[in-house]
């Protein structure tokens, strides 16, 4: 089975720096396009950013590729969001998942873990 395990949040100020990390396991990471997402309180899950397989091929969300990078390492089933310049606006549960191409959002995946927590405040 897919299981995803999310770390690294936190709380930090404007400004401020964090490395989210997403452990993977239950399908054949090293051939899988991941994506992060992230869900603001009251607000729908939205697509972050995506990766291919071999993490030559990056997508990001308009706003965001000027202080987020993606890269995963497939010989540890592990994908890494570095987030820089942190905003409050940045402030949601950040999940990870394989990326389907056809379900930009995720609106269908069905093994979502427990994501973890990004709060920007001062």
Known sequence: E????????GLV???GSLRLSCAASG?????????WFRQAPGKERLFVVSIDSNGETTYYENSLKERFTISRDNAKNLLYLQMNNLKPED?????????????Y????????????QVTVSS
């Open 13 to 15: 100020q404007p400004g």
């Open 2 to 9: 897919v299981r995803l395990e999310e770390s690294g949040g």
């Open 105 to 116: 959002h995720g609106d269908d995946f069905g093994s979502w873990g427990l994501g973890t």
């Open 27 to 35: 399908f054949t990471f090293s051939t899988t396009p991941m994506a």
């Open 91 to 103: 402030t949601a549960v950040y999940y990870c998942a394989p990326y389907d191409e056809y379900d």
